[in-house]
């Protein structure tokens, strides 16, 4: 009696942490792309080439919000690593401070990365469309 009743605790301890660890993957922490609003922004740097016009700072922005970003993928590290291609944007803010993003390329995927938020995916279109600003003149 007393096995049966020990071997029953430990099936019971056994599906709780089942269903926990079940329902800690179903319900991720989701993530949401932090992006300033053009106005707080004096400028934006994509590779060292800097962008102080108003539509150009509104369309990039734009284009890294997309429908809104949301993901279940953490960012835990100051930049990406293992990646193809990497552009690092900055955001100079009119009250000062900067805040820093990743776009890169990883195995035919694109991605946006905030450091310690999320890693967002996006279209290679995308990507391609912020790329063009640091190589405009």
């Known amino acids: 009696m ?11 301890i056994v599906l709780l942490v089942g269903i926990e660890t079940t329902f800690y ?7 949401t792309l932090h992006l300033p609003k053009v106005e707080n ?9 800097k962008i102080e016009e108003l539509e150009k700072k509104k369309e990039i ?8 970003r949301i993901t279940k993928e953490a960012s835990i590290q100051d930049t990406p690593i ?18 820093t993003l990743f776009l890169y390329k990883r195995k035919n995927n694109f991605y946006i990365e905030q450091p310690y938020n ?3 995916k996006i279209t290679e279109r995308e990507y ?3 790329k063009k600003f640091s190589l405009e003149e």
């Open 2 to 12: 007393k096995k049966k009743f020990i071997l029953s605790f430990l099936i019971a």
């Open 25 to 31: 993957f179903i319900n991720r922490p989701k993530y």
């Open 41 to 49: 922004v004096i400028s934006i740097e994509i590779e060292d080439k």
């Open 61 to 68: 922005i734009n284009i890294l919000n997309g429908e809104g």
């Open 118 to 120: 999320g890693i967002y």
């Open 82 to 99: 293992n990646t193809e291609e990497k552009l690092k944007i900055d955001f100079h803010f009119v009250e000062k401070g900067t805040s």
């Open 128 to 130: 391609e469309k912020i």
